[in-house]
Each structure stands twice: as C-alpha cells, then as structure tokens.
C-alpha cells in the first residue's frame, strides 16, 4: 500500500511562505505524477499544481508566479513552496500520486492565512 504524508502547513500572516512536503512510501516514487490539491472549506476540492516524472510543472491560474512544486526522487519527497500568500489560499492541503489510472492520496495538511 502506497503511504504519503503531508506536512509543513501552518499559520501564517498574509505576504508569508510556507513549504509544504509529501513523502512517498516505497520504490516508485520518480516514476508517480504529483500533484497538489487544496479544500476550503464548504469547497470543492480544487488541483493546486503538478509535476510530472520528467520535472515538468503545472499551475492553476490563482497560484502561477506564487508557488513552485518540486521533487526530490532520492527523497520519495514532492514540495510546495508558497510565496505572497493570501487568505484565500486558508485550506487543507493534500498530496496525490499518480500512476497507471491509480491515485493515492495523502491525509492532508492545514495551512490557515490570516492576520
């Protein structure tokens, strides 16, 4: 069974930075697409950003030029560095890895953006 687990969310005032991270259980990991999602509350589920196994990246328009995802195939780790953040982007914040049709998902982690 595929095992990821967030961390790094956090308060913090807006203009802030956080980085967030997901590690991946097992041996596999460069070959996953990852990618970010995040919830607000009384939300739909929204697709942050991703990385495919080659290194090429995604954004959704509300982040671009904000947050930079990255990984680290010798770490099974995927990040997230967030940058100038905002009060809308007060969410849980999940991981998912991708191969094959086959998502994993990991627990999540709460970054709240306030003053």
């Known amino acids: 069974q595929v095992q990821l687990v967030e961390s790094g969310g956090g308060l913090v005032q807006p203009g802030g930075s956080l980085r967030l991270s997901c590690v991946v259980s097992g041996d596999i990991f460069r070959f996953y697409a990852m990618n970010w999602y995040r919830q607000a509350p009384r939300k739909q589920r929204e697709w942050v950003a991703g990385?495919?196994?080659?290194?090429?990246?995604a954004y959704a328009d509300s982040v671009k030029g904000r947050f930079t995802i990255s990984r680290d195939n010798a770490k099974n780790t995927v990040y997230l560095q967030m940058n100038s953040l905002k009060p809308e982007d007060t969410a849980a914040y999940y991981c998912?890895?991708?191969?094959?049709?086959?998502?994993?998902w990991g627990q999540g982690t709460q970054v709240t953006v306030s003053s």
């Open positions: 998912k890895a991708q191969i094959g049709g086959i998502d994993y």
């Open positions: 990385i495919n196994s080659s290194g090429t990246t």
